[in-house]
């Protein structure tokens, strides 16, 4: 359990997610063990949001009948039936909705993947039923859309997936409906002339007084693996996938200029031509390619306050190129962070599967060389004024639906600066119980100008976990290790020359039906850090407290005390940080943290008193303005 109420508390999309990934039971209509099946249907579709063709009579349906946020798989308030059929070119869902008070149907045009304040319904599709990997696909009652890649060993639904499909959808006086067309030329899945077996589940979310999930089968709350549990869905003998190419040539023209006085000067236009190229030459393989990639139309990073901190700031990585398929190159320590690869002049990167195994590789030249120098009490970002070849691969085997193993490779070159890493990883889970491995080495040579203590570090990276997870209980223990010698310069490892041991346990209560709340927790967190050779560096523990209650609310209260190593001696601090959330109206949603107490002072190396108060209001006005204001003080 992260050790702040921020991390506490799932983001935006998470907390949408997390209430799909609790849903619900199997439709009357089939046994909870019966595969169901997806008819192949003559004609097609118009995608219309409307269900006036002949195509849904014949498809077959699925009744999302149980509620599983926050009832506890308890009947459905609500009736919600999906459709599920294909031709021979693409996969046809339908869902229609019912609602008894439409009015309150909350729905607004909104960016792709930016929906989950609304009503909506969708999919998650398991198409090589080895319960690793998932696509999700999402409607909300105006058609827009969100898709996501869920990935099962580490829990993360990757947004930055971007599937080519079309939907649509209306609202009605009995509620909404939704069309869904999916080329078979956007998934991967087995090739075979025969059946195909997938794992499917339909969800509703219906966001009200509370936020009311709705699904076709049954998931008890704290289950360890949520792919493992989808129903089977069977048929599309003879469907192929599409062999796409797509190339995208790009042209970027900038032109500055200087005034002096009343002349201005500059030194013409300049004219970089660029091209995005992506091929998939068979179902196993997906091979992308950039040449000068233009990343100019990329979302600007999040302003972060870098006060009182001696670590890098981390900002998340935006770029198309680099975010499709990242989920591939995920590992338990982060030593993969494209990021580190800031100018490329040219990239390409080859992903795909061989039954259960995952692959991926990636090679760029980078127009100069980002560093990021590591120590044990802070870290820092450093550019070397060189160009520099980067490549980066890993391997992923998966046994059994239990146990995975992998392998990751990591090399960053130039002139006079080398950085090699390599390691294994694994995964083992058995019903509430998770084990999860990492062993690294890095290999470095870095030039004079960097006037670096040691200039050829060398050393290695150990990370263990145990994570235990059931409807009432949850806990964690972790043991890292880093040696003052490791670097992982395509990573970002910010902090190396320590141990850490570090212990985590939560209990929840449930409210019952109309109860003031759904869901209580406490836990506590119990974290030591060493330096490597022996000095104490933090001694923290912290409890916390939250609730979970009507308007979609969630307050959470967090005491911290920690003894902290810096300039030679110990200092005490003791913090509290106050989390809240709610969405008191619809289209409105509202999140506070303040946190006060006695901190360190880096720069004084003293202890003085501390607040910090961030805040971030959202409103929708009407169906189509989206408006938010945010603020931090420190």
Not at 139 to 166: I, S
Not at 282 to 301: H, I, R, W, Y
Request: glycine share 8%; net charge negative.
């Amino acid at each position: 359990m992260p050790s702040s109420i921020r991390c506490l508390h799932p983001t935006r999309l998470a907390v949408a997610t997390a209430a799909l990934l609790l849903s619900g039971v199997a439709a009357p209509s089939h046994a909870a063990d019966e595969p169901l099946s997806a008819p192949r249907v003559e004609g097609d579709i118009t995608v219309d949001g409307h269900l006036d063709e002949a195509v849904w009579q014949h498809a077959t349906q699925v009744q999302l009948s149980y509620e599983t946020q926050p009832g506890d798989n308890v009947d459905a308030a609500v009736a919600t039936t999906a459709y599920i059929a294909h031709t021979d070119d693409a996969l046809l869902i339908a869902f229609d909705a019912r609602d008894p008070d439409p009015s309150k149907i909350r729905a607004f045009l909104r960016d792709r993947d930016a929906l989950y304040r609304d009503d909506f319904a969708g999919v998650m599709l398991d198409t090589f039923d080895d319960q690793r990997r998932a696509y999700e696909f999402f409607v909300n009652p105006l058609g827009v859309q969100a898709d996501l890649v869920k990935e099962e060993a580490n829990g993360k639904e990757d947004d930055a997936w971007d599937g080519l499909w079309t939907s649509a959808a209306q609202i009605t006086e009995s509620g909404y409906r939704i069309e869904m067309r999916i080329p078979f030329a956007t998934l991967r899945f087995r090739p075979t002339d025969g059946a195909l077996r997938w794992g499917v589940r339909f969800v509703r979310v219906r966001p009200r007084e509370h936020r009311f999930s709705y699904s076709n089968q049954r998931i008890e709350r704290g289950a360890r693996c949520d792919l493992c549990t989808m129903r089977k869905l069977e048929g599309f003998a003879g469907v192929q996938q599409g062999r796409g190419l797509e190339i995208t040539p790009t042209l970027t023209v900038a032109q500055a200029q200087t005034r002096d006085g009343d002349a201005w000067r500059g030194e013409g236009a300049r004219i970089e031509p660029g091209v995005d190229v992506a091929w998939t030459p068979s179902p196993n393989l997906t091979l992308s390619a950039t040449l000068n990639p233009d990343f100019s139309q990329v979302e600007s990073d999040a302003a972060q306050l870098d006060l009182n901190t001696s670590f890098a700031l981390f900002f998340p990585e935006k770029r198309p190129f680099f975010l499709e398929a990242a989920d591939t190159f995920s590992t338990p320590l982060q030593v993969i962070y494209t990021r580190q690869i800031a100018d490329p002049d040219f990239g390409v990167r080859a992903t795909g599967r061989l039954g259960s195994s995952a692959y991926g590789a990636v090679i760029a030249r980078d127009a100069f060389t980002q560093l990021l120098i590591p120590g044990a009490l802070g870290s820092r970002f450093a550019l070397l004024d060189q160009q520099s070849d980067a490549a980066f691969a890993r391997y992923r085997h998966d046994f059994n639906g239990q146990t995975s193993l992998g392998a990751v490779m990591t090399m960053r070159n130039g002139d006079d600066y080398r950085n090699a890493l390599a390691g294994v990883d694994g995964r083992w889970q058995r019903g509430s119980h998770t084990l999860t491995g990492q062993w690294l080495r890095s290999d470095s040579r870095y030039p004079g100008e960097l006037a670096l203590a040691d200039a050829t570090p060398a050393g290695d990276a150990l990370f263990a976990r145990y994570t235990f997870g059931n409807r009432d209980w949850s806990a964690d223990l972790q043991y890292t290790r880093i040696d003052p010698g490791f670097r992982a310069d395509l990573g970002f490892i910010s902090q190396v020359g320590f141990d850490r041991t570090r212990a985590f346990a939560a209990r929840n209560w449930y409210g019952a039906e109309g109860a003031a709340f759904t869901r209580f927790t406490v836990g506590a967190v119990q974290e030591f850090v060493d330096r490597s050779d022996g000095q104490a560096l933090e001694r923290k523990i912290e409890g916390f407290a939250n609730v979970r209650g009507p308007r979609e609310s969630l307050a959470q209260l967090m005491a911290r005390s920690r003894e902290r190593f810096w300039a030679g001696r110990m200092f005490e601090e003791r913090t509290a940080q106050l989390y809240f959330e709610a969405t008191p109206w619809a289209g409105v949603r509202t999140e506070l943290v303040v946190e006060a107490g006695r901190q360190l002072d880096l720069r004084a190396a003293r202890l003085g008193d501390f607040i910090k108060i961030d805040g971030e209001l959202w409103l929708d006005i009407g169906r189509g303005v989206s408006v938010t204001l945010d603020g931090s003080l420190q």
